[in-house]
């Protein structure tokens, strides 16, 4: 990399990690003034170019360590954990065994493997896909809120998506491979959102993100192979029981990560700009 | 001393910097230096979230400007940020005093 842009790739990455920020484009021009200023002023007293960049960079501080002190400052919403974020991870971690009680009860009610045609265990199916569902919206936007606040288009993308798959899951249970689908969608732009945010990179988030469509496509796979009996609705229960049991487990385990994250961290309450630093 | 150190009093600080006359964010960093006789040694990132945190809580105004074909934000104390520093002044001085008392009651312990 050439000396000259030690600066610039310092900035594109500062960019990434501020993007989430209404205002990044002012706060990365503001920083740039002072990198350029400090490497300047070093040079005029006898610095040699590359070590008065270097100096400089190493003086403002680490980009993400920087993101993250902007994360606390308010842009539309102050990124911290509160005692609202705190009680979503409980949230999620009850979500996730929600999840593998809908995974076990989908085997039951969702197909005709073991009752055949009963009402009862599909209710049951359905009433714990419900809860399971809003239970996870909740856990989103407790990540949404950890990650920068509700407000912009990528939160309220997320929690109406979020929203309209949980609802629709409880009321049209048999469609979950739809409605899953939305979820996925909601939870991959929460993550996302999290990545971007500089609040947390950990690559094990995004099982979360493909559970549902790893689910998804194991029931795709295998009603194409046609394994197992058809039931009475043309469908292949083997299939269906399976994709599900799959995106339903790994859901819960991503869910759950999230969740003991979220809940592990003490909250911050949010006070007087005069307090905080 | 570390940036850790100063948790809670920076925004304080840079009233009180900002209270001499308006400045851009590296002039700041470098008044805050200046005046703790370099004995402030944070990341000097850390102190924009601070300027942009005082500006959206109505202590500071800033302004844009073009210095050198780059462009400069330039930070100025507004009358509720004199009386916020005037507020954060008094308490501190009420509190360093009420240190001060307790610790000059106390023996310091010999070293052998």
Known sequence: ?277 | MKGQALKGHLDMLVLAVLAEGPRHGYAVIEGLRERSDDAFDLPEGTVYPVLRRLDEAGYLSGEWSEVGGRRRRTYRITPSGRAALMEQRSMWEEFSSAVGAVLRGVSWPTTT
């Open chain 1, 1 to 277: 990399m050439a000396d000259h842009d030690l600066i610039e790739a310092y900035l594109a990455e500062l960019r990434g990690t501020l993007a989430w920020r209404r205002d990044d484009d002012e706060l990365v021009d503001e920083i740039s003034d002072h990198l350029h200023e400090a490497a300047e002023r070093l040079l005029s007293n006898g610095t040699e170019h590359r070590a008065a960049q270097e100096q400089s960079l190493a003086q403002f501080g680490d980009p993400v360590v920087v993101a993250r002190a902007f994360a606390t400052t308010s842009s539309g919403g102050i990124a911290m954990p509160t005692q609202f974020t705190r009680t979503a991870g409980s949230t999620a971690l009850i979500a996730a065994a929600f999840w593998a009680l809908m995974a076990l009860t989908g085997f039951v009610g969702g197909t005709e493997l073991i009752f055949d045609g009963q009402l009862a265990p599909y209710v049951l199916w359905a009433v714990v896909s419900g809860i399971a569902g809003i239970l996870s919206v909740v856990s989103l936007a407790g990540l949404l809120v950890r990650c920068g606040g509700l407000r912009g288009a990528v939160p309220a993308a997320a929690l109406a998506v979020a929203t309209i798959g949980a609802v629709m899951l409880g009321i049209t249970t048999w469609a979950w491979v739809v409605w899953t689908a939305l979820l996925a969608i909601a939870t991959g732009l929460t993550v996302w959102r999290m990545h971007t945010s500089g609040t947390r990179r950990e690559p094990g988030d995004w099982v979360a993100v493909a559970a549902w469509p790893i689910g998804i496509a194991v029931f795709v796979l295998l009603t194409q192979i046609g394994l197992g009996p058809v039931d009475y609705y043309g469908d292949y229960p083997v299939a269906n029981a399976a994709g599900l049991t799959v995106g339903a487990l790994l859901f819960a385990v991503g869910l759950g990560r999230l969740g003991r994250w979220l809940r592990s961290e003490e909250p911050v309450e949010a006070s007087s700009p005069m307090a905080s630093t």
